[in-house]
């Protein structure tokens, strides 16, 4: 594996003051191929770390895989020089294409992606609605705090995203965090480590400190989470979606203000 971080030489300029030379923390970048019976599925690039966690996320949220035991390994490939290449063994999966061809993955940041085709691919590969879990817009800043505490990578390096999962309103604490260079790449680390531990996202609380985008909102309403909320801007197709497939978004969440774009009823004041 990679490493998570790395240390390199910059030059600061202050137009207003002096010019210094320093050694910077940055977050590290490589990709990570996955792998699905021995066929390339993907590739993404990523922050090495969690990397099964990534791609067991990816897989669910691909409509590949639903639970835990539909995964029966996940290797790397150890004859190679470095450890980028992870490969996931599902019995029964004959191809490692996506759910549909209509579209490309969404690891891939939504490239490629038509609104109504992306919003019907997604309601595809979507078992049921959220259940109707209030989660209170107080314990919603509460955990996007938490959540901000706890990213150790971005507190080094200023370029990671994290993602947090909280499993039910009556526990104050979140069950997961992860982080990557990638903002979906941290939201399938942290659904598909709540599938590797067999923990229940039925009805959860998934905080992310980004925009609120299509590809977030997908991976959300496949693991089935009632409430999505993310720190930035949400997008039109985000809205959408999360409209139709029954997921409550919040966007602009800071502090103590946030925006909550639908189904608004599952976060009271």
Not at 33 to 47: A, D, Q
Not at 195 to 219: N, W
Not at 242 to 265: I, P, W
Request: negative net charge.
């Amino acid at each position: 594996m990679g490493r998570v971080t790395s240390r390199h030489k910059v030059v600061r300029i202050d137009l207003d003051g002096e010019v210094t030379r320093s050694i910077d923390t940055v977050a590290g970048e490589e990709p990570l191929e996955v792998r699905v019976n021995g066929e390339t599925l993907t590739v993404t690039m990523r922050t090495p770390g969690h990397d099964v966690d990534l791609a067991h996320g990816l897989l669910r949220a691909e409509g590949i895989v639903a639970r835990r035991e539909d995964v029966v390994s996940a290797r790397f490939c150890s004859d190679l020089d470095t450890l980028n290449v992870v490969n996931l063994e599902v019995p029964g999966r004959e191809s490692a294409l996506a759910v549909t061809s209509t579209r490309n993955l969404a690891s891939l940041g939504g490239c490629g992606l038509c609104g109504t085709t992306a919003v019907d691919a997604v309601d595809a590969v979507v078992a049921a609605r959220p259940p109707e879990v209030v989660w209170e817009a107080a314990r919603v800043a509460a955990a996007l705090d938490e959540l901000q505490s706890r990213q150790s990578i971005f507190a080094k390096t200023g370029g990671a995203h994290g993602a947090g999962l909280a499993l039910s309103p009556d526990v104050q604490s979140l069950a997961l965090v992860r982080e990557d260079i990638g903002r979906h790449n941290a939201v399938d680390k942290v659904l598909g480590g709540a599938l590797v531990t067999d923990l229940p996202t039925q009805g959860a609380l998934l905080v992310v400190s980004s925009r609120a985008s299509f590809e977030i909102v997908h991976k959300a309403a496949v693991s089935g989470v009632s409430v999505l909320a993310c720190v930035s801007a949400p997008s039109s197709l985000a809205i959408e979606a999360a409209d139709r497939l029954g997921v409550t978004l919040v966007a602009f969440a800071r502090g103590r203000r946030m925006s909550v774009y639908t189904h608004s009823h599952r976060v009271p004041h």
